[in-house]
């Protein structure tokens, strides 16, 4: 081949004084490349010396390389068939995206590849480290989740990476598909028949398709919160990127194969709190339900444990056989959990727990049948109401409260809302009375010398002199201010029972700064004796033991003279007794007790008793309890208990309505299976954070937000302002 640069050099100069002839020859190459060619063998030499004119070509600076180029294939009308084929075959590659485009190769690490310049390539997955071996297709569906194409779903990338990847996939597509439109590309055979179906849905208004899903809810008679739900938001985006086509599954299906498939994936989810069950122990919740139908009631089990919170099964209980239908879904729950791995059962099933308790104890001695720690305390603060010298201002409370209400009625002052206050009814009625009086003080104050009140004084019959004699005095202000200031640390430890938070040493502790708070404040003797007495005589019926046995363990509550409390030490026996049956295992419990208590080894070292108030109770155990394994197994388990169970009480009110109609259609199987999964659903979404979003925590009802967290959420600001109270006194 011998390249006559003669003739290149006039066509060239031809070429410069004819633009317009210059500009048919791009136009003639644009139409020519974007057709097919069958491609044949193009020796070396020729394709990389057009492969550099193509450079050029595609060059905007390069004028002389463009004259170049097609001077030659206008002198030299022979290499023109392999000019052309090198030249698509350059041009395909420039129509490609770019590597940089692919945003999944940041993903995998490529060690290899089949062949130079081919798209298969080894590779291995930064995430998972599965190897595998193909395209960018492959490592897009492998990333994404796709099946079909010859590789696994990456099993290590959550839900919320793999929908920040499908918005790098979307990004990229849409990227590709401007970069076509902008091509200019002709040629494509255009459909003139009737639009398709995806063209039909992409016109419709977001505010049609509002319409359509309000139809749906309306039509099939669902909760609007629903539309709260992330499992609902998550559904609608999932829709949505599949596309028009989507087709839901039958009914068939949803109650048979996507039910199992569902609790399958939930108890792989439970694998991890499974196996820490043996290190820390849990604790059997049971949570009573009221239902609609006379004479029935649900009972819901969980298995509470610092890894989380597990639904096991649900009791449906018929007023003919409770007692037998209990002790028997109770203990198959228990066996399910294994006996070793629980510690205490709590329940607000109030006195039908006295007739259960023995039964279950019987099967299993070494379990605690442990009060509900936030119903206690209530208990408690409503006795304490009743001494002789708290009794009057109370009394006085509920008289003011009483008289103001009926003064509203007639008037246009609004101070006191009629509506039952879900904190008082619930949490100490008798205290939140007197805190809710207090905090309208200064608006009392101004009512009762009011022409207004004086008028409507004038219209009843009953009479209110106490109740002004009350108000405008010192006497019932002042002694209120102190029983406001003595109820404190029960009012700050109702704030922090929390159904995933242990608070076992903290309960006891709790009662000891009662006692503290009340002798600061100068309360006659007598009067405290009475308050010791009635705390002492209520706590063993009211608190489990392990509360005392958790006041010992708990590191920072180390030196509080516990073995010189004789309710401590009293609890503490009772603990040994009911966990170790074997005298001799008892011993070495107490020896090692006896160690901690007179810091011998790893108790004594620096770090450990640095770390008592800055760590963790449990991991404390963990670190510096290992030359005690007993009573650092022991530990462990009970720091690790919850000691609540009616912050619950109202959370699965809305399962009757599930368990009636699904049952009339599944097997009971079945039914067991989807309350399983819904519940447990429920409680996934609660631990990430969306349970005041969620409908699952509301009742069909509309009624307000129940249960731990959402109990929180609509009385967290009441209890501070309660405790704040306390701050300004």
């Known amino acids: 081949m011998v390249i006559r640069f003669e003739k290149i050099n006039r066509n060239i100069i031809k070429l410069q004084n004819q633009p317009h002839i210059l500009t048919s020859i791009k136009e003639f190459w644009k139409e020519v490349l974007y057709t097919k060619v069958l491609l044949c063998y193009v020796p070396k030499q020729v394709l990389t010396l057009v492969k550099g004119l193509w450079k050029l070509l595609l060059c905007s600076q390069a004028e002389n390389g463009i004259l170049l180029c097609f001077s030659f294939v206008l002198i030299d009308i022979d290499l023109f068939p392999f000019f052309l084929v090198h030249s698509l075959w350059y041009f395909s590659l420039q129509s490609m995206p770019s590597e940089s485009d692919k945003w999944g190769w940041k993903h995998v690490s490529v060690f290899g590849g089949f062949d130079k310049g081919s798209g298969t390539k080894r590779w291995k997955c930064n995430h998972c480290n599965l190897r595998y071996n193909g395209s960018y297709s492959r490592v897009r569906a492998h990333l994404l989740g796709f099946t079909g194409v010859g590789v696994k779903s990456c099993p290590a990338i959550d839900r919320s990476l793999r929908e920040a990847f499908q918005i790098l996939e979307e990004e990229r597509v849409a990227q590709k598909k401007k970069r076509t439109s902008g091509s200019g590309k002709t040629g494509k055979r255009i459909r003139t028949s009737k639009p398709s179906v995806t063209?039909?849905?992409?016109?419709?208004?977001?505010?049609?398709?509002?319409?359509?899903?309000?139809?749906?809810?309306?039509?099939?008679?669902?909760?609007?919160?629903?539309?709260?739900?992330p499992y609902f938001l998550e559904m609608s985006k999932a829709i949505a990127a599949f596309g028009p086509g989507y087709e839901p599954p039958t009914a068939e299906k949803l109650s048979d194969l996507f039910l199992s498939k569902e609790k399958a994936k939930i108890e792989k989810a439970m694998t991890l709190v499974r196996e820490s069950w043996p290190h820390t122990g849990c604790t059997i919740l049971c949570v009573n339900q009221s239902c609609r139908t006379e004479g029935s009631s649900y009972i819901n089990i969980f298995a509470s444990s610092p890894r989380g919170l597990m639904f096991l099964k649900a009791l449906d209980i018929n007023d003919g056989d409770v007692m037998d239908m209990f002790v028997d879904g109770l203990s198959d729950a228990i066996m399910e959990v294994e006996p070793t791995n629980v510690l205490q059962i709590i329940s607000?099933?109030?006195?039908?727990?006295?007739?259960?308790?023995?039964?279950?104890?019987?099967?299993?001695?070494?379990?605690?049948?442990?009060?509900?720690?936030?119903?206690?305390?209530?208990?408690?603060?409503?006795?304490?109401?009743?001494?002789?010298?708290?009794?009057?201002?109370?009394?006085?409370?509920?008289?003011?409260?009483?008289?103001?209400?009926?003064?509203?009625?007639?008037?246009?002052?609004?101070?006191?809302?009629?509506?039952?206050?879900?904190?008082?009814?619930?949490?100490?009625?008798?205290?939140?009375?007197?805190?809710?009086?207090?905090?309208?003080?200064?608006?009392?104050?101004?009512?009762?010398?009011?022409?207004?009140?004086?008028?409507?004084?004038?219209?009843?019959?009953?009479?209110?002199?106490?109740?002004?004699?009350?108000?405008?005095?010192?006497?019932?202000?002042?002694?209120?201010?102190?029983?406001?200031?003595?109820?404190?640390?029960?009012?700050?430890?109702?704030?922090?029972?929390?159904?995933e938070k242990s608070v076992m040493g903290d309960v006891f502790n709790w009662r000891v700064q009662a006692l503290e708070a009340v002798k600061s404040k100068g309360v006659d003797n007598i009067l405290l004796n009475q308050l010791e007495s009635l705390i002492e005589s209520k706590w063993d019926m009211l608190f489990s033991p392990l509360h005392a046995s958790g006041y010992i363990f708990n590191p920072k509550y180390f030196g509080k003279g516990q073995s010189k409390d004789k309710t401590v030490m009293r609890g503490w026996k009772a603990t040994l007794d009911r966990y170790e049956s074997d005298s001799a295992a008892r011993r070495v419990l107490r020896e090692q007790l006896s160690s901690y208590w007179r810091l011998e080894g790893s108790f004594g070292e620096e770090d450990a008793v640095d770390c008592r108030d800055k760590m963790d109770p449990v991991a404390w155990w963990e670190n510096f309890g290992f030359e005690t394994p007993?009573?650092?197994?022991?530990?462990?388990?009970?720091?690790?208990?919850?000691?609540?169970?009616?912050?619950?009480?109202?959370?699965w009110q809305d399962n009757e309505f599930l368990c009636q109609v699904v049952a009339n259609r599944l097997g009971g199987e079945r039914v067991e299976d989807l309350i399983f999964v819904r519940n447990n659903l429920r409680l996934h979404c609660q631990r990430k954070g969306n349970s005041s979003s969620s409908p699952s925590y509301r009742s069909q009802s509309s009624s307000p937000p129940s249960g731990d967290k959402a109990w929180e959420t609509v009385h967290l600001d009441q209890m501070k302002r309660i405790v704040n109270i306390h701050n300004i006194l």
């Open 630 to 651: 007993h009573l650092q197994t022991l530990a462990i388990k009970i720091l690790s208990q919850v000691s609540t169970v009616s912050m619950y009480q109202e959370t």
């Open 199 to 229: 063209c039909v849905w992409k016109t419709i208004a977001k505010e049609d398709v509002d319409d359509i899903v309000a139809r749906f809810f309306y039509a099939d008679g669902l909760n609007f919160d629903i539309v709260d739900s």
């Open 348 to 499: 607000n099933l109030g006195h039908a727990s006295e007739s259960f308790e023995p039964l279950i104890l019987s099967k299993f001695p070494h379990l605690f049948w442990s009060p509900c720690t936030s119903h206690s305390i209530r208990v408690l603060m409503e006795d304490i109401a009743k001494l002789d010298w708290i009794k009057p201002i109370m009394l006085c409370a509920k008289g003011i409260e009483e008289c103001i209400l009926m003064y509203q009625r007639s008037s246009l002052c609004v101070l006191i809302r009629e509506s039952s206050d879900p904190l008082s009814t619930k949490f100490a009625p008798s205290y939140c009375i007197v805190e809710r009086i207090f905090k309208l003080k200064q608006a009392l104050l101004g009512v009762v010398v009011s022409e207004e009140w004086k008028q409507w004084k004038l219209t009843i019959q009953e009479d209110v002199l106490n109740v002004e004699t009350a108000i405008l005095g010192d006497n019932f202000w002042s002694r209120a201010c102190l029983l406001l200031q003595f109820f404190e640390p029960f009012v700050r430890l109702l704030t922090t029972l929390h159904i």
